[in-house]
DNA sequence: CCCTGATTCGC
DNA sequence: GCGAATCAGG
């Protein structure tokens, strides 16, 4: 494969919507994390904040100390032939239709000021985290439940019994089951909700 | 272990 | 220019 108009147009597209290389990869598909981060570093496009904020750049200073030695007694690996992808068995075909957008139309998450007491444990939790929370929920990728895998956070948002259910989707926080601000919610240290009144 | 981006360097 | 191998974190 090589870095055609459109597919150059693709990973810009991405980068700069925080995708992270693997998934423009996987999503160009034929090329590898590695060849998705070199060209964007050949672009000239690395950091994706540009933000004055404060997030500084790289203090690059010099860079040298690398082992430029490498003994590589015989690491080579020959051509290995990747084309593994060891994925889930989606529905794999030949259909071109990765990643369905779902542009349905903006449901409210909350239908009402009923109770709604299902959140797992949206109590007493500090309202920045509660915020971040609910920020995430509107960003979520919003998956069903045969859409979970290991890999996706399964936090359940909303009523189970209508139709604004569904789970978090996004990546998970490595070994937890949610993302991390669901792992936040989730994994609340003891001292924090030590002295429930009840 | 999973993942992320960054860098190097032979091709 | 390309990207695998590697490095350096989280």
Redesign the pocket.
Known sequence: ???TDERVDVLKKMWGEG?????IAKELGG?????V??????LGL??RAGSGGGKSA?P?AD??????A?P?AA???AA?P?EDEIQEPKTESASPAPQPKVPHARRQIIPAGQPLPPQPSANEISPEVLAKVNEVEKTAKKITLMELTE?TCKWPVGDPATEQFWFCGL?VQ??KPYCEAHVSVAFQPMSSRRDRRR
């Open positions: 494969m090589s870095w995708q992270s290389a693997s998934q090329v590898t994390r590695n060849a981060i070199g060209k964007v570093h050949r690395s950091n790289a690059k860079a040298k100390p690398k082992a430029p490498k590589k690491p080579k690996k290995a990747r890999k990546a490595q070994g």
